[in-house]
């Protein structure tokens, strides 16, 4: 099975600054990796995939970058509403894996 | 607008049954892959079982296997995951998601979610 190590578990910002998570597959995976947003109580939500595609209707601040091994998603600058926790997960092969999270919080 | 909906949910002591049905509404569910995942209470996202669009191919992860199965009625665009045999760390939301697009295992939409509770 293919493990997904994310890092940081958590981080906390300010209102604009930028926050960066990486997300590390124990094995190549090519660019099949997806990112997604949780917030308090909510299902998740698709916000990157294909490594890099951004989903529609996603705000632009939210980018990601990588392939291969490893990955980063980026907020240029974070506001209140991304407090969330955010997940990798790979799409190569089955079983299909997530990493375990990183919780973002507002200072 | 796409919508999944769970249900079936609910309270079943160990070695029980559940039937969770997620309904698809406002896309062609019969052109799509399907699938589940689970969260326990304050833990992160579980993928436990994919349908293909035709129902004739599945896989599960191993924690799930041989209890779970994961069937379609693409004449009622209803999505279905049979539990037996639950075990007190089957305790979850479970979420069933689409395929965002053809074959590619990313999920989007969602459902909100069903709550499944093993316990004596």
């Known amino acids: 099975d293919i493990q997904m190590i994310q890092s940081p578990s958590s981080v906390s910002a300010s209102v604009g600054d930028r926050v960066t998570i990486t997300c590390r597959a124990s094995?190549?995976?090519?660019?099949?990796l997806a990112w997604y947003q949780q917030k308090p109580g909510k299902a998740p939500k698709l916000l990157i995939y294909a490594a890099t595609s951004l989903q529609s209707g996603v705000p632009s601040r939210f980018s990601a970058s990588g392939s291969g091994a490893d990955f980063t998603l980026t907020i240029s600058s974070l506001q209140p509403e991304d407090l969330a926790v955010y997940y990798c997960?790979?799409?190569?092969?089955?079983?299909?894996?997530f990493g375990g999270g990183t919780k973002v919080e507002i200072k | 607008q796409v919508q999944l909906v769970e249900s079936g949910g609910g309270v079943v002591q160990p070695g029980g049954s559940l039937r969770l049905s997620c309904a698809a509404s406002?896309?062609?569910?019969?052109?799509?892959?399907m699938h589940w995942v689970r969260q326990a209470p304050g833990k992160g996202l579980e993928w436990i079982a994919f349908i293909h669009y035709s129902g004739s191919d599945h896989y599960y992860a191993d924690s799930v296997k041989g209890r779970f199965t994961i069937s379609r009625d693409n004449s009622k665009n209803t999505l279905y995951l049979q539990m037996n045999s639950l075990r007190a760390d089957d305790t979850a939301m479970y979420y069933c998601a689409r395929d965002q697009s053809a074959g590619e295992n990313w999920f989007d939409p969602w459902g909100q979610g069903t709550l499944v509770a093993v316990s004596s």
């Open positions: 094995q190549g995976i090519g660019s099949w």
């Open positions: 997960q790979q799409a190569n092969s089955f079983p299909l894996t």
């Open positions: 406002d896309f062609p569910f019969s052109n799509y892959n």
